[in-house]
Nanobody, 121 residues
Framework: QVLLVESGGGLVQAGDSLRLSCAVS????????VGWFRQAPGNEREFVAAITRGGGRIYADSVKGRFTISRDDVKNTVYLQMNVLRPEDTAVYYCAADTSYFGSSPEYDYWGQGTQVTVSS
């Protein structure tokens, strides 16, 4: 079974940076598209960023220019570098993986447990 484990969340102030990691195990990493989603209390889960098997990237408009998604095929890890964080970025961040491409759609087969990001003003 494919397992995804997020890490790197925390409590920061507006304008600070964090790098989230998503470690993938139990599958062939090179076969998977990986996306990042986030969910704040009372809100629906929303798309943040995704990366293809070949390294192509897509971003939500709300994070474009501030966040960068990348993958390390040696470490089997996907990263989300988050810069210039805003209070509205506060949410639980989840990574997801699938062998089929879904992009911004939350239809991925495998999901991590989430990591909390809190941005104070």
């Amino acid at each position: 079974q494919v397992l995804l484990v997020e890490s790197g969340g925390g409590l920061v102030q507006a304008g600070d940076s964090l790098r989230l990691s998503c470690a993938v195990s139990g599958g062939t990493f090179s076969r998977y598209y990986v996306g990042w989603f986030r969910q704040a209390p009372g809100n629906e889960r929303e798309f943040v960023a995704a990366i293809t098997r070949g390294g192509g990237r897509i971003y939500a408009d709300s994070v474009k220019g501030r966040f960068t998604i990348s993958r390390d095929d040696v470490k089997n890890t996907v990263y989300l570098q988050m810069n210039v964080l805003r209070p509205e970025d506060t949410a639980v961040y989840y990574c997801a993986a699938d062998t089929s491409y879904f992009g911004s759609s939350p239809e991925y087969d495998y999901w991590g447990q989430g990591t909390q990001v809190t941005v104070s003003s």
